[in-house]
């Protein structure tokens, strides 16, 4: 990976991290408890429960992608940033620009 494809992708997990940041912002409001004197009904309620416990799933998995994305920038200075986990090869740049949290390869990442 040469110098202006490496500087594409930490521009573009600059990018995907503020993204998240938003995100889990949302989601943590989403996810406040509701107030036992809400008035709102049996099956608004259950509503609530459900979107809550996908809001907290979406949660766990952004939370994950942040911390995959400030791995890959604390490798930026390394020969390691953009290969691949697995084998030691290359991670595709159009690859590390659609998912810039991957760390794997392609082909790793379809075994």
């Known amino acids: 990976m040469n110098e202006t494809e490496k500087e594409k992708v930490k521009e573009k997990i600059h990018v995907k991290m503020e993204e998240l940041k938003a995100r889990l912002e949302e989601l943590y409001i989403a996810t406040k408890p509701m107030g036992l004197d809400s008035a709102v009904g049996r099956l608004s309620r259950m509503d609530y429960i459900n979107n809550k416990a996908i809001d907290e799933a979406n949660i766990r998995s952004s939370e994950e992608k942040l911390k995959a994305l400030e791995r890959w920038l604390s490798l930026y200075d390394t020969d390691k940033f953009g290969m691949c986990t697995r084998c030691g090869k290359d991670i595709n740049i159009n690859r590390l620009l659609f998912m ?5 390869c392609i082909q790793c990442a379809d075994k």
Do not use: D
């Open 100 to 104: 810039p949290e991957s760390t794997r």
